[in-house]
């Protein structure tokens, strides 16, 4: 499992380092490369647990296939409904790192993002915010996701994911945002319940799109990369050649068994 690595297991759940370039979960049921499928090689009891769907088992959570970090595998449906409960009480947290550029015009290049709700002072060191919205699909073969506000036109509003009335429920991110220079900054995210490409779309309309993130950042600075970038063929893009700076690096939930909150975490450079 040179591609997933174990962290912490229990009869309960795995903790496992998923590397960027790896699906968390099969794309279709004989994928055998996925960070489920490995990890069912020495806990074939993940797959027994029903989960959001057949083919996903006991994955609990998913990260995006060019993200590397964290994930948490159910081992029992026990312990998997209790993780989802956890989840909808807002008790899953899970934590984030970035590297990210400031570009004042990257929802203008990049398109379809509503006036952002929050103030950004992008001369302070550091500051802390929390950014809220819906999601909506967007894009060819609606790869992408845009925020939705009251702010948003009401097709985008018609367009909401999970509510056909165009509601939907609403996604938080807290953001801890430091300053590294002129136009970088390492930002410390976090969330409970998630939603596909959350934190990186949030970013993106904070005007702080990740470092070499293939879909969210309008603009590519090879020479800016934090974290050594994986071998890739000649044939690779350059926006591929390095690895988006952006990693799962925490995770923290109530255990099953006690009134213990259990806590996860790697540092970007242990990925």
């Known amino acids: 499992m040179c591609s997933v690595k174990l962290l912490h297991s229990t009869r309960d759940f795995v903790v496992a380092v998923k590397k960027a370039g790896v699906h968390s979960a ?3 049921a004989d994928d055998t490369d996925s960070a489920l499928a490995l990890i069912a090689q020495d806990f ?18 998913r990260i995006d296939y060019d993200t590397a970090g964290l994930l948490l ?4 449906q026990n312990f998997y409904n209790h993780i989802m409960a956890c989840q909808e009480d807002g008790l899953f947290k899970k934590g984030y790192f970035a590297r990210c550029h400031h570009e004042s015009r990257c929802t203008e290049l990049l398109g379809g993002f509503p006036p952002l709700p929050v ?3 992008f001369s302070a060191h550091h500051q802390a915010c929390t950014v ?3 999601f909506r699909a967007f894009g060819p073969g609606r790869k992408m996701v845009r925020p939705i506000t009251e702010q948003s036109g009401k097709f985008s509003q018609r367009k909401a994911q999970g509510s056909k009335q165009g509601s939907g429920p609403v996604y938080s991110t807290e953001l801890s945002i430091t300053k590294s220079d002129e136009k970088s900054f390492v930002v410390e995210a976090s969330i409970t319940k998630g939603y596909r490409h959350q934190v990186r779309c949030h970013l993106a309309w904070c005007c702080l799109p990740i470092v070499a993130d293939p879909l969210y950042n309008p603009i590519i600075r090879p020479s800016e990369s934090l974290f050594p970038a994986p071998t890739t063929s000649a044939t690779s893009t350059e926006k591929s050649i390095q690895q988006m700076q952006f990693f799962a690096t925490s995770l923290s939930f109530p255990a099953l068994h006690s009134n213990e909150t259990l806590s996860f975490s790697i540092s970007p450079d242990e990925i």
Not at 44 to 61: A, D, I, N, S
């Open 44 to 61: 074939p009891q993940v797959l027994t647990v029903q989960g959001k769907k057949e083919v996903e088992g006991g994955l609990v959570h």
């Open 26 to 28: 099969p794309l279709k």
């Open 132 to 134: 809220e919205s819906g």
């Open 119 to 121: 103030s950004l002072d």
């Open 73 to 76: 595998f159910a081992l029992n």
